[in-house]
């Protein structure tokens, strides 16, 4: 019994042109092969142009390499910029931003492309573009959201709307947020809309939750100091082992040139050894043993109200607590705490207290000798604390000879 197959007007219009696939046009029957050659195809439905002038177009470009390459760029475009777009947030999310765009873009082209087309590359469907040229073509001066009423019967009403604004703003809930203010309202019977709609006309509104000035204190500079040993910081910051034990680290830092003077790791948060880093420091770096710093003025010492801020008889320094003897924070030192555990001691397997100390001895040195600080440019705290300043030019003749090194 003979079968009857039928044939795709795609595949038909390929064989007409000249450009059917060969594999594929062996699966056909010869008969039909030749039938779909030489049929004509001008009244085919749908087809609106000359078909004589579309298939010498056609078939110039089968034999029109860069075309075809100008053509398969071209998608390559289109689908990176779909899947960059994708990656974030839905494509039509996107373009329904610029609606009125899109309907004035699908109008100009799709004579050309064909409505279809265009809407396919634009990712969007028939029945979604239909509804936004409606909207844009019927747009109401009355509606909130441009629509009109007759054609969407369930938007709020000019009263609901004026309800929204005069709660938003009520004495009544100072200070409550939004999603509060929302829930009593429907238990008291004022609202019968979802959450998202009034989220929606709050927006469309332009209304927004009263608050209050923020009280952070806003420094565009910190405390800083003119000169190195003019002020220290001194604080404890809590590092965790792998063998879960809170280890306490105690570090004194130099403001003016960020260098770490001494420090000290324990397993207990003890004020005893808070006096002992600070003397440490004085020992080392005022006292008249010391012939660099022999005529310089005791440094002032910055802590917080915590126990580190302990007196010590034996060490002539005057104390200040921050954000009481002074409006600044230690935020300082608790910078150079930072430097310390994100790029130092996060980044390495510490299983106790004893790694620990013998880790910060190996690190601490290379962060005050061998780390250039970003306050400092190509100077290491080490460096600007014994009295090197940054210079201008030194590097000058190094790019100079790189850049004539180029050419």
Excluded at 241 to 270: C, E, G, H
């Amino acid at each position: 019994m003979a079968t009857y197959c039928s044939y795709h007007s795609d595949l038909k219009l390929a064989a007409n042109l000249g450009v059917l696939n060969a594999e594929l046009a062996r699966t056909i029957p010869a008969s039909t092969l030749h039938r779909f050659r030489t049929s004509d195809y001008s009244r085919l439905f749908g087809l609106s142009i000359d078909l004589a002038e579309a298939m010498h177009l056609v078939k110039k470009f089968a034999h029109n390499e860069r075309a075809q390459a100008f053509f398969r760029a071209a998608l390559r475009v289109k689908t990176f910029l779909v899947s960059v777009l994708s990656a974030g947030r839905s494509v039509v999310r996107v373009v329904a931003k610029h609606k009125d765009r899109v309907v004035r873009l699908v109008e100009r082209v799709s004579a050309t492309l064909g409505e279809r087309c265009t809407l396919r590359l634009l990712g969007l469907t028939k029945t979604r573009f239909s509804r936004w040229r409606t909207q844009l073509s019927r747009r109401c001066p009355v509606s909130l959201r441009s629509l009109c009423l007759r054609s969407h019967p369930h938007q709020l009403s000019s009263r609901e709307i004026a309800s929204i604004a005069r709660i938003i703003h009520n004495d009544r809930f100072q200070g409550w947020p939004a999603v509060s203010v929302y829930w009593k309202t429907v238990r008291e019977g004022h609202f019968g809309f979802a959450l998202s709609t009034f989220y929606k006309y709050v927006k469309l509104l332009g209304l927004s939750r009263s608050r209050p000035a923020s009280r952070r204190k806003d420094h565009a500079q910190g405390v800083r100091a003119s000169r190195p040993n003019e002020l220290w910081h001194a604080d404890v910051t809590v590092f965790t082992t792998m063998d879960r034990i809170k280890a306490y680290i105690y570090l004194v830092v130099d403001n003016f040139s960020r260098r770490i003077l001494s420090w000290d790791a324990d397993t207990s948060l003890s004020a005893q050894v808070h006096v002992a880093t600070v003397r440490e420091a004085y020992h080392k770096f005022i006292t008249v043993g010391n012939a660099k710093h022999s005529d310089e003025v005791p440094p002032l010492l910055m802590t917080d109200g915590g126990p580190e801020n302990v007196e010590d008889p034996a060490i002539p320094i005057d104390r200040l607590i921050a954000g009481q003897d002074v409006r600044y924070s230690n935020s300082l030192v608790e910078s150079v705490n930072k430097i310390v555990k994100y790029q130092s001691l996060y980044l390495t397997d510490i299983p106790d207290i004893a790694v620990l100390q013998r880790h910060l001895a190996r690190w601490i040195p290379i962060y005050n000798n061998e780390r250039p600080h970003c306050a400092h440019r190509y100077l290491t705290p080490t460096e600007v604390h014994e009295g090197a300043r940054p210079s201008t030019d030194r590097f000058t003749k190094q790019f100079h000879d790189a850049r004539m090194a180029r050419v």
